[in-house]
């Protein structure tokens, strides 16, 4: 081959870079959209897309006032009706103290007043004040990546509300005559449950550290500390690193529980069946 052809060749090659037998085809199809306009349909696309980003960024920023503030607002209302739950609290507490000096000025010198006493011990609407033991429970402290500095999302140590019921019932078999969390004295008819993440103690939140205080006999402390209850969580402490501990306490005073709502007996509409 000569160079005069080879060149001529080459230059072929670099004018149409494209098989004749392709171009037919591509032609035939209605031909294909020319690299340059492709250029143009992608960069309008990015720019429609960075378009968008912007907008929502922008209104993501002007919206972020407005829903911290709803949330500061929505605070400072639960903190409101919580304290207003808690002097209504009070002003209960001291009415029903009212209520039950005017009963013993009724019942004075009398067999009656000394049991009515007992009686709301017992079932706990009474003040008590006795010696008993302590017992403290609190979350485990978040786990901390020591090479990224990040809080782990999931902490097994967080004190439940089962917890709380387990060490209620342990105090109970040790012998405990009255018991409260957190101050909220425990009746019969009390219930510690869970409810979006908050523990209630009769339907008043408690919040960690937890301390559950019973009065009992004199061997209460060692009698709980020996269950099968405080040698579990002495294991979480291990496991998961949640904060127990039980002490013995002199002089404790544990107010009473609200009275319960009265509850009466209704005949069946159908009347008695025989």
């Known amino acids: 081959m000569s160079e005069k052809r080879r060149d001529d060749l080459l230059g072929d090659l670099f004018r149409n870079p494209l098989d004749a037998g392709y171009a037919a085809a591509a032609e035939r199809r209605g031909g294909a959209p020319a690299p340059k306009s492709g250029r143009w349909l992608t960069a309008a696309a990015m720019l429609a897309v960075g378009f968008l980003l912007a907008v929502a960024y922008h209104q993501a920023v002007q919206a972020a006032p407005g829903t911290t503030k709803a949330r500061d607002d929505l605070v400072a209302d639960v903190h409101a009706r919580q304290q207003t739950a808690d002097d209504l609290q009070r002003r209960a507490a001291e009415l029903r103290a009212q209520v039950d000096r005017a009963r013993d000025d009724a019942l004075a010198d009398s067999a009656g007043a000394a049991r009515l006493r007992d009686l709301a011990a017992g079932t706990g609407t009474g003040k008590v004040t006795g010696d008993g033991v302590a017992v403290r ?47 909220q004295r425990l009746t019969a008819t009390g219930t510690i449950r869970a409810a979006g993440g908050v523990i209630l103690v009769d339907f008043r939140p408690v919040t960690s550290p937890y301390e559950v205080t019973a009065i009992g006999p004199p061997d209460i402390t060692g009698r709980f500390e020996d269950s099968a209850t405080a040698k579990r969580f002495k294991r979480y402490v291990e496991e998961y690193r949640m904060q127990f501990s039980v002490r013995q306490r002199t002089g404790l005073t544990l107010d009473g529980a609200g009275e319960p709502p009265l509850k009466y007996a209704r005949t069946p509409s159908g009347g008695p069946t025989r």
């Open 137 to 183: 429970i609190a979350d485990a402290p978040p786990q901390v990546d020591p090479v990224t500095g990040r809080t782990a999302e999931e902490n097994l140590g967080l004190v439940l509300d089962r917890d709380l019921q387990d060490i209620a019932n342990g105090l109970w078999q040790a012998g405990a005559e009255a018991v409260a969390v957190n101050g």
